[in-house]
Every structure is written in structure tokens, then in C-alpha cells.
């Protein structure tokens, strides 16, 4: 540890600020898990400060956190928490400890190595390396402790373009790559994801004449995340939505665009066998109202699905931040 690098603003390879070391708060941001995971660890397997300073405030030396790192690293590989801890407190190396357990004579299970290697994040925020690991130990406190950190941190369109896309697009790539191993660990992230954007969202809004936004999977697609975090956006910023989630069958979005009378209506595809033209150009063909004044929705195309499938006059917006300004846009101000 005796070389240093600029690190969340400081040095690692010293004692931290001022060089009296770091607080477990700083600790679990730097490590990327939950403070309350820190304070299990300690508490649990050993692994807190070797040296105590007065007061009620633990300070974490250079050599404290090496070892949570090394913790952090043997967990995300599949090793159970006490045998991570007996090795990082050890300071054995991971490739070490694998030949170790293989017996005299017998080859390192590299199978096990291999679909044990961790999340290839590549250039990430520090978040998305936290929440992969707490996702890879089905740790449900530290996940979303981390999630809703995240969320308040960067708001609700940045933490899931750069924090929680990334991260799920990893598990995506790790499972698909490794036999289906992980199926587990996506379902388990994904429903804490919608589960932090529920927490994080302020309490529905109230309806404004004209002003409410539909959004839908089309028929036959079950993927409801990006337009969960769609909905809770538009919430945040004071639209009404009304969200109907998955595989809205037809004649339904038809009966609810006509109960609503939407500003907007957002329908999302996943899959290019599930975005239908014909689909979105007849909802955008409703109208209601008195005659003389009558109107129709604006229709958003959303999600990758639609690629390929322009339709005429409609908007596809390229990202999260795109479909919230066109959707606030449609919807008419209080008065």
C-alpha cells in the first residue's frame, strides 16, 4: 500500500484525512456496500480497525480497508462470508487459497474460478461495483441501502443511466456468458431496483385535466423497469401517470387511453417482435372531446424494440432523459 492515488477526493496508501483514518461511513462509499455491511463484518467476522482511537468514532487505517477490499473481492466470487474473512484477515491471495483447497497434486477447479470471476463493469461509477457485489451475495439490506443511496445521490434519471443500467447490463452479460448461473442474481436485482424506485418517488400525483401520461408495455412484453423509472421521473416532477405495466392487451390501452384522455401515452417494446406500428399509429389516431375542440395524444415510441420501426409523426426518444422532456412537455401546467 505504500503507493498513493487520489481516491473520492483522498489519498489512498495513508491513514485516510489528516491522516487519523476514515470513518466507517467513508469506508462502506469507498468499498461500495452499506455501512451497516461494515459494521456486520467487523462485528461478526473480526474484521475492524486494528488499532482504536478515543472516542466513539472508529478510524480505518490504509492497511483496515486493504483488507475489506480483499473481503469485498473473495465474496463476489461465491465464498461464504467466514471463509472470505479467515482469507482477507490471512492475507492469503485468492489464487493462492484456490490451490490450496484443491489438495496436493490436483489442478485449481477452474470451473468454479471462472463462473466465479466477478462482474466485468469495465469504466464505471464506484456505485455500480458496490451494488453488483451486493447483488452477487443476494445481500437484500446492503442492495438497497446502496440503490436508495445512489438515487438520492445523482437523482433519479442519472443514478439509473449511469448507475443501475450498467450495473444490470453486467449480470445480463454475466449469466449469458457462464450457462445461466446467475438468472437468479438479475431477478433478485431487478426487483429491488423497483422496489428503490417505489421508496424513492413521492406519493402519486394528483390528476390535472389533460395533463395525465399512459404508460404501457405493448401486448406480449413483460419488461416494465425502464418504464417503472419513467413513471417515478414524470411523478417527481409533478406529472400524472397512470402506469399499466406489462403485455397490456390491446383492446385494454384502447379502453384506458379513452378513460384518461392522456396529454401522452408512452408504449414500450423491448423486443422487435413486440413494437407494432400499426399499434402505436391507431392509438395516436384517438380523439376525444367536445366537436370543434377535440384532441388526441402525443405517442411516444419507447425502448430498443422500436428501432427499425419508425412510424410517422411519432417521437422516439434515444434515452430516459429524452422521453421525461418530451413527456413533462405534453403535459399542461396547473393553473
Not at 471463509?83 to 491471495?93: K, Y
Not at 490450496?100 to 471462472?114: H, I, L, V, W
Not at 442492495?143 to 445521490?153: C, T
Not at 384502447?254 to 384522455?261: E, F, I, N, Q
Amino acid at each position: 500500500m505504500g503507493v498513493q492515488r487520489e481516491k473520492d477526493g483522498h489519498r489512498v496508501g495513508d491513514g485516510g484525512p489528516q491522516d487519523g483514518g476514515l470513518t466507517t461511513g467513508e469506508v462502506a462509499r469507498r468499498l461500495g456496500v452499506a455501512p451497516t455491511t461494515v459494521r456486520t463484518w467487523d462485528r461478526r467476522y473480526g474484521l475492524g480497525p486494528d488499532a482504536h482511537t478515543g472516542g466513539r468514532h472508529r478510524r480505518w487505517t490504509a492497511a483496515d480497508v486493504a483488507r475489506l477490499e480483499r473481503m469485498c473481492a473473495l465474496t463476489a466470487t461465491g465464498l461464504p462470508p467466514a471463509e472470505a474473512a479467515r482469507l482477507a484477515r490471512s492475507e492469503e491471495p485468492p489464487a493462492a487459497a484456490r490451490s490450496r483447497r484443491a489438495g496436493p497434486g490436483r489442478a485449481p477447479d477452474r470451473r468454479r474460478s471462472r463462473a466465479g470471476s466477478g462482474l466485468r463493469l469495465g469504466d464505471v461509477r464506484q456505485e455500480c461495483r458496490g451494488i453488483a457485489r451486493a447483488a452477487l451475495r443476494l445481500d437484500a439490506a446492503a442492495l438497497d441501502e446502496l440503490l436508495l443511496a445512489a438515487i438520492a445521490e445523482h437523482g433519479l434519471v442519472a443514478a439509473w443511466t449511469e448507475v443501475i443500467v450498467p450495473t444490470l447490463q453486467a449480470v445480463g452479460r454475466k449469466w449469458e456468458t457462464s450457462g445461466e448461473k446467475y438468472v437468479e442474481v438479475e431477478h433478485f436485482l431487478s426487483w429491488h431496483v423497483s422496489g428503490a424506485l417505489r421508496r424513492a418517488t413521492p406519493r402519486t400525483v394528483a390528476d390535472r385535466p389533460g395533463a395525465v401520461t399512459v404508460l404501457a408495455c405493448v401486448p406480449g412484453e413483460n419488461h416494465t423497469l425502464p418504464l417503472e423509472v419513467l413513471s417515478a421521473a414524470l411523478t417527481e416532477r409533478g406529472v400524472p401517470v397512470r402506469m399499466f405495466g406489462g403485455a397490456l392487451p390491446v383492446e385494454s390501452l384502447v379502453a384506458a387511453v379513452r378513460r384518461t384522455g392522456p396529454a401522452a401515452v408512452g408504449l414500450w417494446a423491448q423486443s422487435r417482435t413486440t413494437a407494432s406500428r400499426p399499434l402505436a399509429q391507431h392509438v395516436a389516431a384517438m380523439e376525444w372531446g367536445v366537436r370543434g375542440a377535440r384532441r388526441r395524444p402525443v405517442v411516444l415510441t419507447l425502448g430498443p424494440g422500436w428501432a427499425g420501426q419508425a412510424v410517422a409523426g411519432l417521437a422516439r426518444p434515444s434515452g430516459l432523459a429524452e422521453a421525461v422532456a418530451a413527456l413533462e412537455s405534453s403535459a399542461p401546467l396547473s393553473s
